[in-house]
């Protein structure tokens, strides 16, 4: 059974750093596509990065430029380094992952961890 489990959260002032990890487990190949998303209180969930087969990044444009996705295959483990955060970038943080071969939307993805909360106060 596929498992992803996020950690690094927690809260910081804006302007801080934060770097958020996925651990997967569950299966033995690798998972076509993998990704982070995030959904604030009242608003839909949405893309913030994925990697996608052949290790294709697509990176939401309101973080272009602070934020950076990086995935370890031999791990199994997604990263996503957050810099100069914004009070707005306050949120539920998910890594997600697929089987493909769509790597885009939330509907893209099966398999979702628990969430790791990122609070940016200004």
């Known amino acids: 059974q596929v498992r992803l489990v996020e950690s690094g959260g927690g809260s910081v002032q804006a302007g801080g750093s934060l770097r958020l990890s996925c651990t997967a487990s569950g299966y033995t190949y690798t998972m076509p596509c993998m990704g982070w998303f995030r959904q604030a209180p009242g608003k839909e969930r949405g893309r913030v990065a994925t990697?996608?087969?052949?290790?294709?990044?697509t990176v939401a444009e309101f973080v272009k430029g602070r934020f950076t996705v990086s995935r370890d295959n031999a791990k199994n483990t997604l990263n996503l380094r957050m810099n100069s955060l914004k009070p707005e970038d306050t949120a539920m943080y998910y890594c997600a992952a697929s089987r493909g071969p769509w790597c885009r939307a939330p509907s893209d993805f099966g398999y979702w961890g628990q969430g790791t909360q990122v609070t940016v106060s200004s």
């Open positions: 990697v996608g087969p052949n290790g294709i990044i």
